[in-house]
């Protein structure tokens, strides 16, 4: 029930900075967690960072801790990851995602926004 469109992926040498967008839109989701996951090749999707809707909480993987900063904008219903010092283990294709809990259970996913960082 809820739509996520996402943008800002790209090509970065390391150390350089990204901000990812993620624009909702649907019936209210107040009650959800929204944030991000990644997928780099090989590897299991992982969780990275949520906010609490409502409350403005946030929850980040110790991997990007002090590195990433996750930030909503209610007007706009969007959800920000601005993402800094950014290593060649960062590339992944990162998803937008909003559902229950931090872990946004049961809820939708976006497209998808290829991060690609070199070294």
């Known amino acids: 029930q809820v739509q996520l469109v996402e943008s800002g992926g790209g090509l970065v040498q390391a150390g350089g900075s990204l901000r990812l967008s993620c624009a909702a839109s649907g019936r209210t989701f107040s009650e959800y967690f929204m944030g991000w996951f990644r997928q780099a090749p090989g590897k299991e999707r992982e969780f990275v960072a949520a906010i609490s809707w409502s409350a403005g909480s946030t929850y980040y993987a110790d991997s990007v801790k002090g590195r990433f900063t996750i930030s909503r904008d209610n007007a706009k219903n969007t959800v920000y990851l601005q993402m800094i010092s950014l290593k060649p283990e960062d590339t992944a294709v990162y998803y937008c995602?909003?559902?229950?809990?931090?872990?946004?259970?049961?809820?939708?996913w976006g497209q998808g926004t290829q991060v690609t960082v070199s070294s």
């Open positions: 995602k909003a559902g229950r809990g931090v872990y946004m259970a049961y809820g939708d």
